[in-house]
């Protein structure tokens, strides 16, 4: 990568798109230089977000600080550089027996876009987000500074970091804890469900599970609206595996997924053709409960599956839209939405729904709270803004919020967010179109 360049930059929902220069070091005295003279600056780690909030005037790419710095077998500690993937750490890890703590549906994402973001995974009602396996970590402040925070060391900075989405710093290094695991394996039940209250019942029945999944036909209406598939799992003891398994247990599977090697058509995916897929994948399963064992990589990581997926929406673009509706209404909210999206007609073609625990009050940036929470894919068209409007709507009418990280095109119940990590260096896109709107 050179280290000074202008380019058209984007997130991996290729939108928006904007012409910016991009700097890279791996140096701190350099990256010292580099927030001393320039105003404007987010920091960006692999792109691998889906909104706005890694764009401004001035980027700051974090992919030269790639190094491993120290691992703790013994006591399941990693220490690296901020911009390392978590497929690199899984690499490392996995062979040793230990997993991460939390992770997103993506391991291309670098450790410190994981803080900025607090990300969530699937067991988020059992551990939390990141921040809870989350040591310490260096960071580089407006002030050229370069401060060691943790819960007992400058705490506050700390915090706001965590789930700041870069507004306080760029993020140097970080120390983190891991999972102890037998097997690469993962004890899996898919349990399909006819509708919203059935899904709503498995999520109260296995709140028990470490993993709980589901994905959500966003299209169906009225009997079937809320049909589903429900995925739980939890990491398998070498024991259970069968024997075939058992030679290798700590396997990682290294990447060498296809591509998809051009921007298809805008025609191509269309509402037909979520529907159909939507129908393929519901009945791809012919029973009610399948019960299996299945790699890390497609239980946590389905869509890294094929490189360059995100092309499949055509060069305009998608966003994705999350939310979370608080526990008690969670039903309601998400029955309001489900409605809202197949009246719509624009379907999503990816939907998945999770349930969350309680949130951290100490992480008061982070995304989660206790509810259920929905992602959705949808393609950049005309009609969008006006569907995005209607959803924004009803998760304020439900006291529910917006996932920062995949935003790109909401307007409203955003500021709180944003008002405790403000400062005159560190600024995105996101923050200003919100100010602005």
């Known amino acids: 990568m050179k280290p000074n360049y202008k380019q058209s930059v984007t997130s991996w929902g290729n939108f928006p798109v904007v012409e910016k220069e991009m700097k890279s070091e791996d140096s701190s005295a350099k990256i010292k230089e580099y927030v001393r003279t320039h105003h404007d600056i987010i920091p960006r780690g692999n792109g691998r977000s889906y909104g706005d909030s890694a764009l401004s005037e001035n980027i700051f790419s974090t992919k030269r600080l790639n190094k491993f710095i120290s691992f703790d077998r013994l006591n399941g500690v990693i220490e690296c550089e901020s911009g390392v993937l978590l497929s690199e750490v899984l690499e490392v890890i996995v062979p040793q027996g230990y997993f991460l703590f939390v992770t997103p549906g993506t391991k291309f994402i670098t450790v410190g876009g994981a803080i900025a973001s607090d990300v969530h995974g699937k067991n988020h009602h059992a551990d939390g987000c990141f921040s809870e396996c989350l040591i310490e970590f260096s960071l580089l402040n407006e002030k050229g500074e370069i401060l060691t925070c943790s819960r007992t060391e400058n705490s506050a900075k700390f915090w706001s970091t965590i789930g700041g989405m870069g507004l306080t710093g760029i993020i140097l290094s970080s120390k983190f804890k891991l999972k102890n695991i037998e097997s690469s394996y993962i004890r899996q039940e898919s349990i399909k469900a006819d509708n919203l209250d059935e899904i709503f019942n498995l999520f109260d029945e296995s709140?028990?599970?470490?993993y709980n999944v589901a994905w959500?036909?966003?299209?169906?209406k009225d009997k079937n609206l809320g049909r589903s598939i429900m995925m739980r799992g939890e990491h398998a003891f070498k024991h259970e595996l069968p024997k075939k398994l058992q030679d290798n247990p700590l396997k990682v599977q290294l990447n060498n997924s296809p591509s998809i090697p051009f921007y298809f058509p805008n025609f191509v995916l269309n509402n037909l053709t979520v529907k159909l897929f939507?129908?393929?994948y519901y009945f791809k399963q012919n029973k009610k409960e399948v019960k299996n064992f299945v790699h890390y990589e497609s239980f946590f990581y389905p869509l890294d599956?094929?490189?360059?997926?995100?092309?499949?929406?055509?060069?305009?673009?998608?966003?994705?839209?999350?939310?979370?509706i608080p526990k008690e209404r969670g039903k309601e909210g998400m029955r309001?939405?489900?409605?809202?999206?197949?009246?719509?007609g624009n379907g999503s073609f990816l939907a998945v729904l999770k349930l969350f625990g309680k949130a951290n009050p100490e992480a008061y940036n982070s995304f989660p709270i206790e509810g259920y929470t929905l992602a959705l894919d949808f393609k950049v068209n005309s009609k969008l803004p006006k569907l995005v409007e209607k959803l924004d709507a009803?998760?304020?009418?439900?006291?529910?919020?917006?996932?920062l990280t995949k935003d790109s095109m909401?307007?409203?119940?955003?500021?709180?967010y944003l008002k405790n990590v403000q400062n005159s260096k560190f600024v995105s896109m996101q923050q200003k179109r919100i100010q602005n709107s």
């Not at 009803?394 to 996932?403: K, P």
């Not at 307007?411 to 709180?416: D, E, F």
């Open 278 to 280: 939507n129908l393929l």
């Open 207 to 210: 709140e028990s599970w470490t």
């Open 216 to 220: 959500i036909d966003c299209l169906q």
């Open 336 to 344: 309001k939405i489900l409605e809202t999206i197949a009246q719509s």
């Open 394 to 403: 009803i998760v304020e009418e439900f006291d529910g919020r917006i996932y």
């Open 410 to 416: 909401s307007k409203s119940s955003l500021t709180n």
């Open 305 to 324: 599956i094929i490189n360059d997926w995100n092309r499949i929406y055509g060069k305009r673009g998608f966003i994705q839209y999350q939310m979370v």
